[in-house]
């Protein structure tokens, strides 16, 4: 076992090894949110010196229509299998009216209704 001057020592040094570290951290992230805004004042000069866009730049800006939304998935359905929704946003006027009754939604969830047509 190490003496406790020993440990003492060690512990000290430890922490001003830490300390060290610390501050050199503190140092390079000065430097490097000093270097980025430098990198943005001549990206912006740049761009506006040639008139730039982003795709000029490799950017790929798709409009919406290209963009793809990914649509949630149905969880209700009514029993005729024709009206369908995800629970989100507003509900269709059948589930509408079927609150309105009182009814519980969760006799039209899909994963119901397979169970019930599975036995």
Do not use: H
Not at 12 to 19: A, C, L, P, V
Not at 32 to 58: H, N, P, R, S, Y
Not at 76 to 94: E, I, L, M, N, T
């Amino acid at each position: 076992m190490l003496p406790d001057d020993e440990l003492r020592q060690f512990e000290k040094e430890r922490q001003e090894i830490e300390r060290q570290r610390r501050e050199l951290e503190a140092k390079i992230q000065s430097r490097k949110q000093e270097l980025k805004a430098e990198a943005i004042k001549q990206v912006l000069t740049l761009v506006k010196t040639f008139d730039l866009t982003l795709e000029d730049c490799g950017f790929r800006c798709p409009s919406l229509e290209e963009r793809e939304r990914a649509r949630p998935p149905i969880k209700f359905v009514s029993p005729d299998g024709q009206v369908k929704w995800s629970g989100r946003g507003v509900a269709p006027k059948f589930f509408r009216d079927a609150l309105d009754r009182g009814e519980d939604l969760s006799i039209y969830l899909i994963e119901n209704l397979t169970k019930d047509s599975s036995n």
